[in-house]
């Protein structure tokens, strides 16, 4: 999926996105809740320790 298309799921513009994936922005709990729902991953998913760099978005 494109990073554009990532952000107009989440409303926000796409150089928030890549912001977001380079770890240079927080994200939100609304905006990980709208992640974990576009990626039909469970929000838990992305908050255990056990979540690796190769499942990153």
Do not use: C, H
């Amino acid at each position: 999926m494109t990073q554009e298309a990532v952000a107009g799921r989440l409303g926000v513009s796409r150089s928030t996105v890549a912001q977001m994936e380079l770890g240079n922005r927080a994200v939100t709990s609304l905006e990980l809740d709208r992640l974990a729902t576009l990626y039909a991953r469970d929000i838990r998913d992305f908050l255990s320790d056990d979540f690796l760099e190769e499942d990153a978005l």
